[in-house]
């Protein structure tokens, strides 16, 4: 049986890390991967949180950088316990998911879609309107995958700073 395609395309590698700064460092400067917008995801601005469907309030410090239209997101985890926390534990750094384009859906619709075949979110949150979710899907795919939904003409808000200095215009 042919099930219904979710993924659309990959769109972006995310890495998790012990030190972004070091982190930001060895990409730009080794790999020439930026700028790169920095953002600290925290209440207030991040609302939703979510562990394994259990409200749990947790906080990142990510940064943000394309080559192409490939998104490349190095995070940090903060305060509180987090899958990114997890991962650290577990596997060290390194890459922690991939972040996928299922079409014109809902989160909510992805969410069950994702669900109905064996994987429930693991991790959710929102950042001003800005939904995410992780599933559990290392398990049986050996990684993670996210998805992120926006509203038509939601933007991204300005960096809290960039590195190694804001994009030309």
């Given at each position: 049986m042919t099930e219904t395609p979710l993924v659309r395309t990959v769109t972006q590698v995310g890495i998790v890390v012990r030190d972004i700064d070091r982190a930001l460092a060895e990409y730009t400067h080794k790999l020439g991967i930026g700028p790169w917008r920095v953002y600290t995801y925290a209440p207030p601005r991040l609302t939703g949180m979510r562990i394994r469907g259990v409200d749990t309030p947790y906080s990142m410090?990510?940064?943000l950088a394309w080559t192409g239209d490939m998104m490349w997101e190095l995070i940090q985890p903060l305060d509180g316990p987090s899958i990114y926390q997890e991962f650290l534990r577990d596997h060290g750094e390194g890459i922690?998911?991939?972040m996928v384009d299922c079409g014109a859906r809902t989160l909510a619709e992805v969410k069950a879609e994702f669900a109905a075949r064996g994987w429930p979110a693991?991790?959710?949150?929102?950042?001003?309107g800005s939904q995410y979710a992780y599933f559990e899907t290392e398990g049986s795919l050996t990684t993670t995958i996210e998805v992120r939904w926006s509203a038509p003409g939601w933007q991204r808000p300005e960096p809290d700073y960039w590195y190694p200095a804001p994009a030309e215009a």
């Open positions: 410090k990510l940064a922690h998911h991939a693991l991790m959710e949150g929102n950042f001003l």
